[in-house]
């Protein structure tokens, strides 16, 4: 070693080493600070880092060759030692370009989830820039509108609302949330409101670099505010190179204070919460008071009656019978709204339990608005009931793949798996759900329920005791103890069942019993289960807990009493295909 430090000295290569790497790192940083200040992309300053890179041992080789003007030869090791320098750097420029596929990937992945290649897009809330903090419904609404405008455009993908405002006050880096929504690209912006005038910055962002595409901005009264809206879905399938096959899509004009009428009511309507649906609903009235032919304004009024009724908040035959009523009075206005043929698909399949017509109605709605993920999760539904689960679990795949952050539809996809006997996925669809929304009801008992079906009941039961629901806990308790041989458990725990839950959980009762292998039990809950009209009679096609009562001289006989003998389901005519 003395030696070659020595021949290093007379060479000078140390001194090189040090002049280069100091010029490195000014050059480096110097570029950093360019990309950052004039939002270049990243691309570039990982170009002149390589380039850097390089030239490290590019100055190595013509310091050692040209130190002493060659007058030396070079030794075995000390050609080992360039050697291996060599090795490093290729080693290292491996990983570079490892995390630089890293990067890639994020705009490359909905490239290879979505076979089609076709473009990709979330829509984040616009941020509510306005002096008044109850606007935020106005800034929230307008970047809905515009993802709902988007996403009627079929050559575009559209990360659903749902998922793309789950980001929403997390500060996360646009390639982040762009990365777990599975898009290449990001728009995003602001909403500035003071009485009459409108301020409405959009940008769009390529999410593989952080790129801003392109920016613009309005001020304009609230009567442009359609405008701006059809502006910016101008300029984003422009941009996009979007292959429009019509018309492009535009904005329902309808009257301002209408239109924040109903986007207030629309926002008061996803709380959630009892006391707001009444609110809600005077809101969707007032708007329809200055703007009777207001179709979104009609469909949102019969969604909310309709979650009323469903949540025992309003009579159920009232509910769906109003929901009905302006479903209808929205499709006299605009023959083609889809929503309006989802929601009288949706009360014809849960309420009126007629199957053919829930799937005229929602086979009409998907031809009219093929990529809707609500409308499509109400066919998947649909489809689960008539037991074709390949289908269901298609439209679910679909539905996930452009809501991906919503626990709902993973949730929704746990079930269909675990009806098809597809248990791991089953699992992991229902903790996808669980981990995206800790505590969720129902999730743990579908994971033991699936756990159960694998004949592993020590790891179903202790899932089962994690189910914060005590409705769906105690129910699948009765099959966890049922399956470890503990009887007098079993027994308790469907006595607390029945004592609590006998009117709306007829058909899980039902299940339960036909589980255990207590046939007479499990017919007469199911004349119950009639008699509550419970809405879990329209999934008992695809119940993998009725099998053991399949050969019962009594389970067809049944099933053609409610209209869901295999015969019956296979002539209800439903063709509704994956979006391409």
């Known amino acids: 070693?003395?030696?070659?430090?020595?021949?290093?000295?007379?060479?000078?290569?140390?001194?090189w080493v040090i002049a280069y790497l100091?010029?490195?790192?000014?050059?480096?940083?110097?570029?950093?600070?360019?990309?950052?200040?004039f939002t270049w992309p990243v691309l570039v300053g990982q170009v002149v880092t390589i380039f850097a890179f390089f030239g490290f041992f590019v100055v190595l080789v013509l310091a050692w060759y040209h130190g002493e003007k060659g007058r030396q030869r070079v030794s075995?090791?000390?050609?080992?030692?360039i050697a291996l320098l060599l090795l490093l750097s290729g080693g290292v420029l491996s990983i570079m370009g490892g995390a630089g596929e890293s990067q890639e990937s994020i705009g490359v992945g909905v490239r290879t989830a979505f076979e089609d290649g076709k473009p990709s897009?979330?829509?984040?809330?616009f941020v509510n820039m306005s002096d008044d903090a109850s606007n935020e419904y106005f800034s929230d609404g307008i970047s809905e509108e515009l993802l709902n405008l988007l996403a009627k455009i079929p050559d575009l993908h559209v990360a659903a609302r749902t998922s793309s405002f789950s980001f929403k006050g997390q500060g996360l880096e646009i390639t982040e949330i762009a990365d777990r929504l599975n898009v290449a690209h990001v728009l995003e912006g602001s909403v500035r409101k003071a009485d009459n005038e409108v301020r409405i910055t959009a940008q769009l962002i390529r999410a593989e670099d952080g790129f801003h595409v392109w920016s613009e901005s309005w001020d304009r009264t609230l009567q442009d505010i359609f405008a701006i809206q059809d502006e910016i879905a101008a300029y984003v399938t422009e941009q996009l190179k979007v292959t429009l096959l019509g018309a492009a899509p535009t904005a329902e004009k309808v009257d301002p204070e209408a239109y924040a009428l109903f986007l207030q009511a629309r926002q008061l309507g996803r709380q959630g919460r009892a006391e707001v649906y009444e609110r809600a609903i005077a809101l969707y009235e007032q708007a329809l008071a200055i703007e009777p032919?207001?179709?979104?304004?009609?469909?949102?009024l019969g969604n909310t009656y309709s979650v009323q009724a469903g949540g025992g908040l309003r009579p159920v035959d009232e509910g769906n019978r109003l929901a009905r009523e302006?479903?209808?009075r929205a499709l006299s206005i605009d023959p083609g709204y889809a929503e309006a043929f989802g929601l009288l698909g949706y009360i014809a399949d849960v309420y009126d339990n007629d199957r053919a017509a829930a799937a005229r109605h929602l086979e009409r709605a998907l031809e009219l608005d093929p990529a809707n993920t609500a409308i499509l999760r109400d066919a998947g539904s649909l489809a689960s009931s008539l037991g074709r689960l390949d289908q269901a679990i298609a439209l679910l795949e679909y539905v996930v793949a452009r809501d991906p952050v919503n626990p709902g539809p993973h949730a929704t996809l746990g079930v269909y798996y675990l009806f098809a006997g597809r248990l791991d996925e089953s699992i992991a669809s229902s903790r996808t759900a669980l981990a995206l929304s800790p505590g969720r009801e129902n999730a743990t008992m579908l994971i033991g329920w699936a756990l159960l079906e694998k004949g592993e009941p020590e790891?179903?039961?202790?899932a089962i005791q994690e189910e914060p629901s005590e409705f769906w806990r105690v129910a699948a308790l009765v099959g966890a103890y049922h399956a470890l041989g503990q009887s007098a458990e079993s027994d308790a725990a469907l006595a607390k069942l029945i004592e609590g839950y006998e009117q709306s959980a007829a058909v899980q009762i039902a299940s339960i019993l036909a589980f255990r292998g207590d046939a007479d039990?499990?017919?007469?809950w199911l004349d119950k289960a009639v008699q509550y009209r419970d809405p879990g009679l329209s999934e008992i096609a695809s119940y993998s807990t009725f099998a053991n009562i399949h050969d019962d001289p009594r389970w067809l006989p049944f099933l053609e009493s409610i209209g869901r003998s295999p015969q019956q389901l296979a002539a209800i005519k439903f063709e509704v295909r994956v979006p391409q």
């Open 121 to 125: 897009i979330a829509v984040l809330p």
């Open 521 to 524: 039990g499990a017919f007469e």
């Open 326 to 328: 302006v479903a209808n």
């Open 76 to 81: 075995g090791p000390e050609l080992l030692i």
């Open 22 to 37: 100091a010029g490195a790192w000014f050059v480096v940083e110097a570029t950093g600070l360019v990309v950052d200040q």
């Open 293 to 300: 032919e207001y179709t979104a304004a009609w469909v949102g």
């Open 459 to 462: 790891a179903a039961l202790a």
């Open 1 to 15: 070693m003395p030696p070659l430090l020595q021949r290093l000295k007379e060479r000078k290569l140390i001194q």
